[in-house]
């Protein structure tokens, strides 16, 4: 079975890695949902675990093979980005793991954003530089709005590289595996909304101090203070929502002296 451009497949042919990935997983709910799972290298491992466990599929040439291969396995056929997550456990929390495609690598994570609440933990490959973005924390040339919208609900760990030849075709890049693990309490202590809004504003310019972006946001005696003086890439996330405290309650002062 040859890997289709189309849906980014290179199917991972690296027996120990496989295994690596699927025990590294904690799963904490009992359910896992496996996504692509190509020719279900990392799947057998999967099922060996004592686990609720279910794969999404799109390409309708795999199904047939993953049918054959392993016998009552709960198969998704679908675009995983279009499932909603009340129809792969009847509405119940669980685990995602995969060698993700890389072209839609992003999109899955934004995914699990979206329903954060409903997944403790996501375990996978990603492109290398991906993988990092996810996990760097500030101050690395690697950290991003990514970095501080998952890191603000997750707690991230990147657990190991892999080469071209460990793939069937071999992509032109590294990749990295990484574990994210909800954090105990993920709820933001200020407006999500804002907090994200404003991740993406000032990384909008990411060389230029926040001050320099926030001009529309904050008066100029605020924007004065030391503070102001720092780039994103130098803000925590307990900075970038103590920023949205500030701008919320600047905007509410301003709101109510009108």
Known sequence: MKAKKRFGQHFLVNEEIAENIALAAAIPTGKALEVGPGKGVMTKYLRKRNIAFKVVELDNDMIPVLQKTFEGLEIIHADFLKVAFEDVFGGEDFSIIGNFPYNISSQIIFWMLDNKEHIPELVGMFQKEVAKRLVSGPGNKDYGVTSVLVQAYYDGEYLFSVGPGNFSPPPRVQSGVIRLARKADYSLPCDDKTF???????????????????????????????????????????????????????????????
């Open 196 to 258: 994200k809004r404003l991740v993406k504003l000032t990384f909008s310019q990411r060389r230029k101090m926040i001050r320099n972006t926030l001009k529309s946001e904050l008066s100029a005696e605020i924007l004065s203070d030391a503070f102001f003086r720092q780039r994103p890439e130098e803000l925590s996330v307990e900075a970038f929502i103590e920023l949205t405290k500030i701008i919320t309650q600047y905007k509410k002062e301003q709101n109510e002296s009108k």
